[in-house]
């Protein structure tokens, strides 16, 4: 099982970035996909804050409150990839960004994209 993030980097405030996470070794299609975020200095992994989430069929998405509006989540089976796109970004949206996989107990996270936004 491999979840690989990218698109990250360093952007100014206000910039838009667009992160992919490519699944492989299992049923994609059939597994809900998350985006979490981990701001500097939270280490531990049940401190990542849920940024987004779409089911196994795309639609009926959910978005958490920092982000409502300026982020959408958003995936595509027949490449078995989800993406996020983010735009008018602030310096607080600066963090690592993890791709996960969930269906009936099974959950695999991808190993992070950094996402810097600073002026």
């Known amino acids: 099982v491999q979840l690989v993030e990218s698109g990250g980097g360093l952007v100014q405030p206000g910039e838009s970035l667009r992160l992919s996470c490519a699944a492989s070794?299992?049923?994609?299609?059939?597994?809900?996909m998350s985006w979490s975020r981990q701001a500097p200095g939270k280490g531990a992994r049940e401190e990542r804050e849920?940024?987004?989430?779409?089911?196994?069929?795309?639609?009926?998405?959910n978005y958490g409150d920092s982000v409502k509006g300026r982020f959408t989540i958003s995936r595509d089976n027949a490449k078995n990839t989800v993406y996020l796109q983010m735009n008018s970004l602030k310096p607080d949206d600066t963090a690592v960004y993890y791709c996960?996989?969930?269906?009936?107990?099974?959950?695999?996270w991808g190993q992070g994209t950094q996402v810097t936004v600073s002026s």
């Open positions: 070794g299992f049923p994609f299609s059939t597994y809900r």
């Open positions: 996960k996989a969930s269906n009936n107990g099974y959950v695999y």
């Open positions: 849920l940024v987004a989430t779409i089911p196994r069929g795309g639609g009926n998405t």
